[in-house]
T-cell receptor, first 114, second 115 residues
Framework: AQSVTQLDSQVPVFEEAPVELRCNYS??????LFWYVQYPNQGLQLLLK??????LVKGINGFEAEFNKSQTSFHLRKPSVHISDTAEYFC????????????FGSGTRLSIRP | DGGITQSPKYLFRKEGQNVTLSCEQN?????MYWYRQDPGQGLRLIYY???????QKGDIAEGYSVSREKKESFPLTVTSAQKNPTAFYLC??????????????FGAGSRLTVL
């Protein structure tokens, strides 16, 4: 069965600084990987996804993530954050064999300091 | 505009009462999901359904029940057997094929508080 680990529950950074949110997964088969963002009291929206092809994927709002199969990681990065990036970020995995089952990590709360 | 509607947005219930959360989608998506969100625990899968009249247990199905009588609707009942039902509940859907086939669309959520 697949699982997702987000090691950092909270990440505080200063505005305009770079940030990396870590995500590791475990699965016995090939996977699809996702990052979602949740603003306060809202549902989740997709930031970016890795399905196949290039291991570096770019998403909305200047975010990008790199799929590393050997390290089973899919870390999210942004070179310069803004106050508006304050939100909770979730990594998710769907493996090829489990049909529609999609599992989420525990989330990382990103707080931006001016 | 297409989307997912969850109702009610806020719900207060006494301990021991069953409650049903509504989830309706007009996206013509095949699969639908219920997740529970608690602080520090992320989203945990309760139930999911790939087609009408069929559904599977997720990781925390105990104390919950669902039905999928129509493609557009996937209501969740939180029963009195659920030991700690106070949480934020999110419904989502997934198209069966096409460009967005792997991308979940979420509703705005329902916050259940058991007094």
């Amino acid at each position: 069965a697949q699982s997702v680990t987000q090691l950092d529950s909270q990440v505080p950074v200063f505005e305009e600084a770079p940030v990396e949110l870590r995500c590791n997964y475990s699965s016995s088969v090939s996977v699809y990987l996702f990052w979602y963002v949740q603003y306060p009291n809202q549902g989740l929206q997709l930031l970016l996804k890795y399905l196949s092809g290039s291991t570096l994927v770019k998403g909305i709002n200047g975010f990008e993530a790199e799929f590393n199969k050997s390290q089973t990681s899919f870390h999210l990065r942004k070179p310069s954050v803004h106050i508006s990036d304050t939100a909770e970020y979730f990594c998710a995995v769907r493996d090829y064999s489990s049909a529609s089952k999609i599992i989420f990590g525990s989330g990382t709360r990103l707080s931006i300091r001016p | 505009d297409g989307g997912i509607t969850q109702s009610p947005k806020y719900l207060f219930r006494k301990e021991g009462q069953n409650v049903t959360l509504s989830c309706e989608q007009n996206l013509n998506h095949d699969a639908m999901y219920w997740y529970r969100q608690d602080p520090g625990q992320g989203l945990r899968l309760i139930y999911y359904s790939q087609i009408v009249n069929d559904f599977q247990k997720g990781d925390i199905a105990e104390g919950y029940s669902v039905s999928r009588e129509k493609k557009e609707s996937f209501p969740l009942t939180v029963t009195s057997a659920q030991k700690n039902p106070t949480a934020f509940y999110l419904c989502a859907s997934l198209p069966g094929q096409g460009k967005g086939a792997n991308v979940l669309t979420f509703g705005a959520g329902s916050r259940l508080t058991v007094l």
